[in-house]
T-cell receptor, first 114, second 114 residues
């Protein structure tokens, strides 16, 4: 199955630092979603993007839908220990069957040292 | 509270036994999905259903079966034909056939086959 290229694979940072991660695809998407997964739990939706160029914030999190429709970025400002987890991007494009199937990135593991 | 429930949280089975994982949602979503997650990897789609009494194979359907007799329920059976069933299984749901592609996840079931 197709997967998105998500980078970096992992990040180890100090509390208070800003974080940036991105996803790229060979296909054009019409939706980009960003999820966070805590260990042993299901992913939680953080931000949803529906328009090329769209920039959306959720507290200290900001995500952007790339103008080419083939990439998306997630930034976390002033990181705190509870930001630890795996961050996944997910994209949707129309298969022609009106489905809501998503393609998921491979995840970015974020570790924050107090 | 609206949400998605999966049970049990942890499941142990002997090799060669079929096992059924439960997924229930009260979000009034039409579509439901099953994903498999292996350590350090992203989410891979097993099966999905856009409407009651209909379901489609995902990327890794071999060795799995599903049913969708009720809108609220989408159980997954891991059969003895699945060669490597030990994994973390995630159920999700979403609206169907709309521009809203957001999927919401349950807490997951960790299956260990001994």
């Amino acid at each position: 199955g197709q997967q998105l290229n998500q980078s970096p694979q992992s990040m180890f940072i100090q509390e208070g630092e800003d974080v940036s991660m991105n996803c790229t695809s060979s296909s054009i998407f019409n939706t980009w979603l960003w999820y966070k997964q805590d260990p042993g739990e299901g992913p939680v939706l953080l931000i949803a993007l529906y328009k090329a160029g769209e920039l959306t914030s959720n507290g200290r999190l900001t995500a952007q839908f790339g103008i080419t429709r083939k990439d998306s970025f997630l930034n976390i400002s002033a990181s705190i220990p509870s930001d630890v987890g795996i961050y996944f991007c997910a994209g949707h494009f129309d298969y022609g069957g009106a489905t809501n199937k998503l393609i998921f990135g491979t995840g970015t593991l974020l570790a924050v040292q107090p | 509270d609206g949400g998605i429930t999966q049970s049990p949280k942890y499941l142990f089975r002997k090799e060669g036994q079929n096992v059924t994982l439960s997924c229930e949602q009260n979000l009034n979503h039409d579509a439901m999905y099953w994903y498999r997650q292996d350590p350090g990897q992203g989410l891979r789609l097993i099966y999905y259903s856009q409407i009651v009494n209909d379901f489609q194979k995902g990327d890794i359907a071999e060795g799995y079966s599903v049913s969708r007799e009720k809108k609220e329920s989408f159980p997954l059976t891991v059969t003895s034909a699945q060669k490597n069933p030990t994994a973390f299984y995630l159920c999700a749901s979403s609206y169907s056939g709309t521009s809203d592609n957001e999927q919401f996840f349950g807490p997951g079931t960790r299956l260990t086959v001994l």
